[in-house]
């Protein structure tokens, strides 16, 4: 059974840059199957997606996060990663990772979620 | 501001028919199929319907998608308590190089 979890620091200094890693065990992120992906939720607010990698190396973002977002994969680990540049507190957010199918094109597995802060 | 528009909450009584919309553009949902997630209190959302209208396995046919035009609706018919939870609509919108829009979601309350 497919299983992602992220992890990383949980409090983040702001100006600085936020670091995350999701682990996925029971399926393999070399899949050409599936996107994986970042989506995070501000505390009391909705959903909002982050960027995506695919297999291939390729990645997408956000519009509104482009210019500070890093997404990567490490085959060898069966890990992707979130690096989030210049964070200010309206970062914060609980970040989830999630599988997103190619053919149905919905984010079928999620992470449980972590909690950033960024505070000084 | 969200790109997709959703009621900010729904209520029903238990066994009652409840309907969540989700109001979008020709450049997500006029193009593009709609997913629905629930989001249970405390824990991660949850697919629940995906390309408008198909259930994951396991997800109870009491829920429901359609789409038309621009907007989405999700339906939840016999309401039970354990449906209580926020309900997000989500769809891939082509604009700026394309990426992915969700509703601001709906707070779904069972009387």
């Known amino acids: 059974q497919l299983q992602l979890q992220e992890s990383g620091p949980g409090l983040v200094k702001p100006s600085e840059t936020l670091s995350l890693t999701c682990t996925v065990s029971?399926?393999?992120?070399?899949?050409?199957?599936?996107?994986w992906g970042w989506i995070r939720q501000p505390p009391g607010k909705g959903l909002e997606w982050i960027g995506s990698f695919y297999y291939s190396g390729s990645t997408y973002s956000n519009p509104s996060l482009r210019s500070r977002v890093t997404i990567s994969g490490d085959t060898s680990k069966n890990q992707f990663s979130l690096k989030l540049s210049s964070v200010t507190a309206a970062d914060t957010a609980v970040y989830y990772c999630?599988?997103?199918?190619?053919?149905?094109?919905?984010?079928?597995?999620w992470g449980q979620g972590t909690t950033v802060i960024v505070s000084s | 501001q969200s790109v997709l528009t959703q009621p900010p909450s729904a209520s029903g009584t238990p066994g009652q028919r409840v309907t969540i919309s989700c109001s979008g553009s020709s450049s997500n949902i006029g193009s593009n199929t709609v997913n629905w997630y629930q989001q249970l209190p405390g824990t991660a959302p949850k697919l629940l319907i995906y390309?408008?209208?198909q259930r994951p396995s396991g997800v109870p046919d009491r829920f429901s998608g359609s789409k038309s035009g621009t907007s989405a609706s999700l339906a939840i018919s016999g309401l039970q308590s354990d449906d209580e939870a926020d309900y997000y609509c989500?769809?891939?919108?082509?604009?700026?190089?394309?990426?992915?829009?969700f509703g601001g979601g709906t707070k779904l309350t069972v009387l």
């Open positions: 999630a599988r997103r199918t190619v053919t149905e094109g919905a984010f079928d597995i």
């Open positions: 029971g399926g393999s992120i070399s899949s050409s199957s599936y996107y």
């Open positions: 989500a769809a891939w919108d082509d604009s700026l190089n394309g990426f992915w829009v």
């Open positions: 390309s408008n209208n």
